[in-house]
């Protein structure tokens, strides 16, 4: 885990926000394995397209759930060991937009 990961990985802090970072990851894996089948089935692009946006969304949201976490970590707490820096959390949530 690169030191940017270790010190976002504030969502173990709260085990309500990691369980709705892996069911919406899972979510995500699920969706893309129906691309990837909709792909080797030469479906319609627009049925492909449409699936490839929702992966993306679930991705997305994952993202923003997982950087929302850290945020309250850090109001919660400023001075706690790894809380990643306002101008590390504002470049992380520009990287998802």
């Given at each position: ?69 850290a945020l309250k970590e850090c109001l919660t707490d400023p001075e706690a060991e790894g809380n990643p820096q306002p101008e590390e959390l504002e470049k992380l949530f520009l990287s998802l937009?």
């Open positions: 885990m690169t030191e940017g990961a270790a010190d976002l990985a504030v969502a173990a802090h709260d085990p309500e926000a990691k369980r709705k970072v892996v069911n919406r990851l899972k979510r995500a894996q699920g969706q893309l394995a129906a691309v990837i089948d909709a792909v080797e089935g030469e479906a319609h692009c627009r049925d492909v397209v449409q699936q490839l946006a929702a992966v993306s969304k679930a991705l997305d949201r994952a993202g923003f759930l997982v950087i929302s976490t937009a």
